[in-house]
T-cell receptor, first 115, second 113 residues
Framework: GAVVSQHPSWVICKSGTSVKIECRSL??????MFWYRQFPKQSLMLMAT?????????EQGVEKDKFLINHASLTLSTLTVTSAHPEDSSFYIC???????????FGDGTRLSIL | QKEVEQNSGPLSVPEGAIASLNCTYS??????FFWYRQYSGKSPELIMS????GDKEDGRFTAQLNKASQYVSLLIRDSQPSDSATYLC?????????????FGAGTRLAVHP
């Protein structure tokens, strides 16, 4: 069964709206979770690493003020896309692993469409 | 140079044949390697992980790792149409002070009946 749960699966909203995506590890505690973005026909690009109890680490080129990450507990990380615009439309996927060098398990992803 | 490189394909094989997917990586210090399968519109699912040189078999799948050549591959025996998907090679690399999972662009596999 799934070990990482992501919600919602689909979001369609107007430009300027802020959207929150939740990622939960279901049967283990994850001090670190990861957020990826995937545009059509492209590979997954790491956006940021979410660290429980501390600030997220963002990849180069990712605006931390636009993509707010909160990792308030050992089983929950949230990504908020603030003031979303059509160019933010993408497939957002979170992942977590039990140990640092172990495989990452992915949530089902959130397809975000900004009109 | 890309950190993880894969041939984008598509790789087309007949049903029942062996599909061979290849991947090279740039960080000689990497120790952990993974193959994920991604169906269109879905998130990746883990197929294989490999950490040591040589072959690792799991059912119809065999992962091969050669750290000296910085090369990892995935063989799929008795390919089925349901294997048609994009296969992502992923490597853990130490960058910016911590471990990151870096994905290749993926190879699209098409298994035709």
């Amino acid at each position: 069964g799934a070990v990482v749960s992501q919600h919602p699966s689909w979001v369609i909203c107007k430009s300027g709206t802020s959207v929150k995506i939740e990622c939960r590890s279901l049967d283990f505690q994850a001090t670190t979770m990861f957020w990826y973005r995937q545009f059509p026909k492209q590979s997954l690009m790491l956006m940021a690493t979410s660290n429980e109890g501390s600030k997220a680490t963002y990849e180069q080129g990712v605006e931390k003020d636009k993509f707010l990450i909160n990792h308030a507990s050992l089983t929950l990380s949230t990504l908020t896309v603030t003031s979303a615009h059509p160019e933010d439309s993408s497939f957002y996927i979170c992942s977590a692993n039990r140990e640092n060098d172990q495989p990452q398990h992915f949530g089902d992803g959130t397809r975000l469409s900004i009109l | 140079q890309k950190e993880v490189e894969q041939n984008s394909g598509p790789l087309s094989v007949p049903e029942g044949a062996i599909a061979s997917l290849n991947c090279t990586y740039s960080d000689r210090g990497s120790q952990s390697f993974f193959w994920y399968r991604q169906y269109s519109g879905k998130s990746p699912e883990l197929i294989m992980s490999i950490y040591s040189n040589g072959d690792k078999e799991d059912g119809r799948f065999t992962a091969q790792l050669n750290k000296a050549s910085q090369y990892v591959s995935l063989l799929i025996r008795d390919s089925q149409p349901s294997d048609s998907a994009t296969y992502l090679c992923a490597v853990i690399m130490f960058s910016g002070g911590y471990n990151k999972l870096i994905f290749g662009a993926g190879t699209r596999l098409a298994v035709h009946p």
